[in-house]
């Protein structure tokens, strides 16, 4: 398969049409659950799929090691690859990754705007020309409406879109009555789009609970498959 079709039947194009046209430059989108459910993972495909198209991507961890992060993305596209038979796959891996930027900081001791200067000036005087930003392992108990304004003013402003994972942690319940997580409820107003993983009888599923101003799709046709750690559709 060449790498434009791979594109066009990615199951993330799935997700795009239940976002009325996905994401979104200047908007914010998170993706919660419980710890090691498949968060980063769907990050990693997220962006992988941003850079099979050609857009230069920034991940930004605030948990894991840069090298931690690369290997995620080596075994994401591995098994994107070989699932599809992409063609001449290590040429197409080679493009990528240079359209691909790893930042790592400790959010303790480290502030929003610091980090939010050092990758204006990767964007605008290092001219690399990143359209989505990955924010992965940022602790929403420790902040988060005045840090999720100040990304959103930087998303705004240069024309970004920008993903989170959040982790759930403590006892149940972790959600209201609407499937919405407690964690982040009062910081809901300066979220554009939330997605939800709930892990059931070892399958992932995907769930809509925020889509700008549309009525939330709520659960998607979409699954996190356990072997693979890809987005899948539900057969």
């Not at 962006?47 to 894991?64: C, E, F, M, W």
């Not at 596209?77 to 992409?86: D, G, V, W």
Request: hydrophobic share 40%; net charge positive.
């Amino acid at each position: 398969m060449v790498k434009a079709e791979l594109i066009k039947m990615s199951p993330l194009r799935i997700l795009e049409k239940s976002m009325h046209g996905g994401l979104g430059k200047g908007n914010i989108g998170i993706l919660a659950s419980r710890k090691g459910v498949g968060k980063t993972a769907c990050l990693v495909h997220i962006a992988t799929d941003n850079l099979l198209q050609g857009k230069p991507v920034i991940h930004i961890s605030y948990s894991s090691r840069v090298d931690y992060i690369i290997n995620w993305y080596k075994d994401i596209f591995t098994e994107i690859a070989k699932r599809r038979n992409l063609e001449n796959a290590v040429e197409v891996h080679d493009e990528i990754i240079r359209k691909r930027v790893i930042m790592n900081f400790k959010q303790e001791g480290t502030r929003t705007d610091q980090i939010l200067k050092s990758v204006e000036a990767l964007i605008v005087h290092g001219q690399f020309a990143a359209e989505t930003v990955i924010v992965d392992g940022f602790d929403f108990t420790r902040s988060c409406m005045e840090d999720l304004g100040s990304f959103r003013d930087f998303a705004r402003r240069l024309g970004l879109e920008v993903w989170f994972s959040a982790s759930l942690r403590g006892e149940e319940p972790l959600f209201d009555e609407n499937g919405v997580p407690l964690l982040l409820k009062g910081c809901l107003d300066g979220v554009d789009v939330l997605v939800t993983l709930n892990s059931h009888q070892g399958l992932v599923r995907l769930y809509l609970q925020k889509d700008r101003g549309h009525p939330p799709a709520g659960e998607l046709p979409l699954k996190l498959d356990p072997r693979t750690l890809l987005i899948a559709r539900q057969q």
